[in-house]
Nanobody, 123 residues
Framework: VQLQACGGGLVQSGGSLRLSCTASGRAFSSYAVGWFRQAPGKEREFVSS????????QYADSMKGRSTISRDNAKNTVYLQMNSLKPDDTAVYYC?????????????????WGQGTQVTVSS
């Protein structure tokens, strides 16, 4: 499956963005999806994940209460709604897909990656 992430941009602190991860190729509904981010000089870190059905979600502690992950399998798309954004959220956001029902917090669990979308939060 091939992934394309989009929806990033420049937003002021306290603002919102909705990222999209759109897949092409094999049946997207058989893949769990995770969002990760990487700030300059830092390692890539887990943000959120969603199971193939959308019934199970996970969030990093830093994103709990500020973000919502969802998916529309008919559109082969996973969304990450982020609210109350902070400058510390500035990073390149990547989506990954893994065959199987449940998402994972671990980068190595994902076999397919999109190209990333830049999120910049100004103070």
């Amino acid at each position: 499956v091939q992934l394309q992430a989009c929806g990033g941009g420049l937003v002021q602190s306290g603002g919102s963005l909705r990222l999209s991860c759109t897949a092409s190729g094999r049946a997207f509904s058989s893949y769990a999806v995770g969002w990760f981010r990487q700030a300059p000089g830092k390692e890539r870190e887990f943000v959120s994940s969603i199971s193939w059905s959308g019934g199970t979600t996970q969030y990093a502690d830093s994103m709990k209460g500020r973000s919502t992950i969802s998916r529309d399998n008919a559109k082969n798309t996973v969304y990450l709604q982020m609210n109350s954004l902070k400058p510390d959220d500035t990073a390149v956001y990547y989506c990954g897909a893994r065959a199987g029902s449940i998402g994972s917090m671990y980068i190595s669990s994902y076999d397919n990656w999109g190209q990333g979308t830049q999120v910049t939060v100004s103070s």
